[in-house]
């Protein structure tokens, strides 16, 4: 059955999207026409805009505002209202996995911004998300990464852990307790979901009406699948450990000794996710990735949470 890039509702062969679709990209678009750039010349446009642009890294990116009337996204250089990231050479669909990991975040609970897929000139997916520091026609919202806040550069991201990052909630956050919740959520999420790039940059700062808190979640990828060869996962360390994290390390020490949780909060995040896994089921099922991706996402999900005494539900298994 054929699904929408956008609403993961489905649809006929012959549609691209639902009539859904492009209305959560704005009300008054009626339609959503193709991407007019290949995969390889959205790279070039990456690249040949990079010094122009806020927003940089690995993952080529460029920003963009949405056409209504011709009903196309259209590339900017400043004041984009949505990032686009197209296919990469190194990592095979990663558009499509950054897509239904955030989609798996949001179904547990994880506030994220509005994202989907498109389609490009060689219908190839985009991935596109709209950004959490833009409002109206001109707003813009202050938004400071944790690098940023802890002194760092994009070079000594990795150079933290996360009690350091507890530290910047701890610090700059007006009500910390809540986002130190949040960040508890986002860690077992990480782990669950294979996310071993959560370095400093990933966690944001965002300051609304004078309230600094935690930003919604972006940049969230199973990278252990993106990776294949992954050996570490977690990109800081937790208890003094990258890997071989176990449920002491995840559901004892961080929460209640580091964080300061009560056994309330972190039996219902836990609950959270037991909630959440047959809905996970269906996602994988329904989304863009290539068949054996599908099976080593469904995998890798179960193997953590055997290991974190989560229970196995049938729908999460192969329906292949």
């Known amino acids: 059955m054929k699904h929408c890039p956008i609403?993961?509702?489905?649809?006929?062969?012959?549609?691209?999207?639902?009539?859904?679709?492009?209305?959560?990209?704005?009300?008054?678009?009626?339609?959503?026409?193709?991407?007019?750039y290949s995969a390889e010349e959205q790279?070039?446009?990456a690249r040949l805009r990079a010094g122009k642009m806020s927003i940089q890294g690995i993952q080529p990116k460029l920003s963009a505002n949405i056409n209504i009337k011709e009903m196309v996204f259209e590339i900017v250089d400043r004041g984009g209202r949505f990032i686009l990231?197209?296919?990469?050479?190194?990592?095979?669909?990663?558009?499509?996995?950054?897509?239904?990991?955030?989609?798996?975040?949001?179904v547990a609970g994880i506030e994220t911004p509005f994202h989907g897929l498109m389609v490009s000139a060689d219908r190839s997916y985009t991935y596109f998300i709209r950004r959490m520091d833009r409002f109206g026609h001109v707003g813009k919202l202050p938004l400071e990464d944790f690098a940023q806040l802890s002194q760092k550069s994009?070079?000594?991201?990795?150079?933290?852990?996360?009690e350091q990052v507890a530290e910047v909630i701890e610090t700059h956050c007006s009500?910390?307790?809540?986002?130190?919740?949040?960040?508890?959520?986002?860690?077992?999420?990480?782990?669950?979901v294979g996310n071993e790039d959560m370095h400093l940059k990933n966690f944001s700062l965002l300051s609304r009406e004078g309230i600094h808190s935690l930003s919604p979640a972006y940049d969230l990828v199973n990278s252990t699948l993106a990776l294949?060869?992954?050996?570490?996962?977690?990109?800081?360390?937790?208890?003094?450990?990258?890997n071989n994290l176990n449920a002491k390390d995840l559901l004892v020490y961080f929460p209640r000794e580091r964080l300061g949780l009560?056994?309330?909060v972190i039996d219902q995040t836990v609950e959270r996710f037991k909630k959440s896994l047959p809905l996970w089921g269906d996602l994988l099922e329904n989304c863009f990735l290539s068949g054996s991706r599908k099976d080593k996402y469904r995998q890798l999900i179960e193997a953590r949470c055997q290991r974190?005494?989560?229970?196995?539900?049938?729908?999460?298994?192969?329906?292949?």
């Not at 339609?31 to 007019?36: A, E, S």
């Not at 994009?154 to 996360?162: A, D, I, L």
């Not at 977690?234 to 003094?240: D, S, V």
């Not at 974190?308 to 292949?320: H, I, Q, R, T, V």
């Open 154 to 162: 994009r070079e000594t991201k990795y150079n933290s852990s996360m």
């Open 262 to 264: 009560n056994r309330k």
């Open 175 to 192: 009500f910390p307790l809540i986002d130190k919740a949040k960040l508890f959520f986002r860690t077992l999420f990480s782990f669950l």
């Open 85 to 106: 990231k197209p296919q990469t050479l190194d990592y095979a669909e990663l558009p499509e996995n950054e897509d239904v990991t955030m989609r798996l975040a949001a």
């Open 7 to 36: 609403t993961y509702q489905p649809i006929d062969e012959k549609e691209t999207y639902s009539a859904e679709g492009p209305k959560k990209i704005a009300p008054a678009l009626k339609g959503l026409r193709p991407f007019p």
């Open 228 to 242: 294949e060869n992954a050996r570490e996962e977690l990109a800081l360390p937790l208890n003094g450990k990258k």
């Open 308 to 320: 974190l005494g989560l229970p196995a539900y049938p729908n999460l298994a192969s329906k292949s």
């Open 43 to 45: 790279r070039k446009e």
